[in-house]
């Protein structure tokens, strides 16, 4: 990247790309497969320019824009989602975590 100058401008590239590219993407995805709703979750979200950049975007061209209310989108949400899958597989005996173990 040329020297623009300072970390700000930088900064702002690097999140203004990253968006840019994530509409792409999921306007391609959007060419062969009908959907409307993108989650936008994981650790990368967290970062709140990226986000709203993103979801910006996003909304602009049509997409409903889910983002993490009561669970967080990072490791704690996986973690999460383990007990719950752990606690389905328990009660009905078909997790597929005991599948994986066992194999």
Known sequence: MQDEGDAEYKAAVFHETLAQVLLKQTLRIRS???FQEVGLTGGVFQNRILTERAAEL???????VILPERIPGNDGGLSFGQVVEAGVGATNGSSSYKKRKRA
Do not use: A, K, P, V
């Open 32 to 34: 062969e497969h009908d």
């Open 58 to 64: 996003l909304i602009e061209n049509g997409f409903r």
